[in-house]
């Protein structure tokens, strides 16, 4: 199968559903006969405004944004419903499957997204999504995201990526000493070079973005296979997700593919399950990521 056929497992053309940030390449095109919005943090016109010196984007197939991004899924959801479809002023049952392709890992608040996903989709809808892994990606050596810093974000609400974060996602940018990005392929650690450079002048141009209130893009999150699973039941034991299951889960070159359903019914991980779960997801991600920097 390739990447497109496991995103799209489960998921019905005719059904209503919702994919976010498609840019030029859509997991549900609208011109394959796909019921779907588009939710991007920019109207169309700035979208293609943003790619028009993008020799990687063909700006004529940039996908038209249906749903601004507000802050959170919720909160853009209701917006949308204020204006467009009052069936989405609820944000609560009203999609049949999200879908999205290396989004989740900019996420600025993923246990917020995941509840608003939970409480969006119908009973028995599908969230599929394609997340880098992390030592496969081109900030490699920044470290695994652990469940507490998505706690902190939880609480603090936050809404788009914090300076730190912003920061760690420039300071880690590296590439393979041939001058080759890094992907699926194996390297030793000694292959990698760091690419950026920081300084205080970095730092100015960060506070002088949030003072003009500019959204600036970063990976938030890191993960591979193992450490994404631990995650997700971490939260779950926490009782911050209640119905959503882990359907499917796919590694693919330096990506892996997530399905997820939304049970009828609530549950959550027992302790000593979890106890035992977080054990071994622990080892596994450990191995995976050090037999990827390492070997």
């Not at 900030?139 to 809404?159: M, R, S, V």
Request: glycine share 4%.
């Amino acid at each position: 199968m390739e990447r497109i056929d496991y995103l799209q497992s489960n998921l019905h053309k005719q059904s209503l559903g919702l994919e976010i940030g498609p840019l030029h390449s859509p997991i549900c095109p609208k011109k394959d006969g796909w019921k779907v919005l588009t939710m991007d943090i920019l109207p169309t016109s700035l979208v293609k405004k943003s790619y028009e010196n993008d020799p990687n984007v063909d700006i004529d197939k940039i996908e038209p944004v249906d749903i601004i991004f507000s802050g959170t899924l919720s909160k853009s959801l209701r917006n949308y419903g204020l204006y467009h479809n009052e069936d989405f002023i609820e944000s609560k049952n009203c999609l049949d499957y999200i879908v999205s392709s290396h989004n989740f890992e900019h996420q600025p608040n993923p246990i917020q997204f995941l509840i608003d996903s939970e409480n969006a989709l119908r009973n028995n809808g599908i969230l599929s999504m394609a997340i880098p892994i992390a030592s496969r990606s081109f900030d490699c050596w920044k470290p695994l995201t652990n469940t507490g810093e998505w706690i902190d974000a939880f609480y603090a609400q936050h809404e788009k990526p914090t300076y730190g974060s912003i920061f760690e996602a420039h300071k880690n940018m590296a590439y393979l000493a041939n001058g080759e990005s890094i992907n699926e392929q194996s390297y030793g650690i000694n292959k990698i070079k760091l690419s950026s450079e920081i300084d205080y002048n970095y730092l100015e141009c960060l506070c002088e973005f949030n003072r003009q209130n500019i959204y600036i893009d970063a990976h938030v999150s890191k993960f591979n296979p193992f450490s994404f699973q631990l995650l997700l039941e971490d939260i779950s034991s926490l009782g911050l997700i209640r119905r959503f299951r882990l359907k499917q889960i796919t590694t693919l070159g330096s990506e892996f593919i997530v399905s997820m359903i939304k049970s009828e019914i609530e549950g959550r991980f027992s302790a000593a399950s979890a106890k035992d779960r977080r054990t071994y997801l622990s080892k596994k991600s450990i191995e995976f990521q050090y037999n990827d920097l390492l070997q």
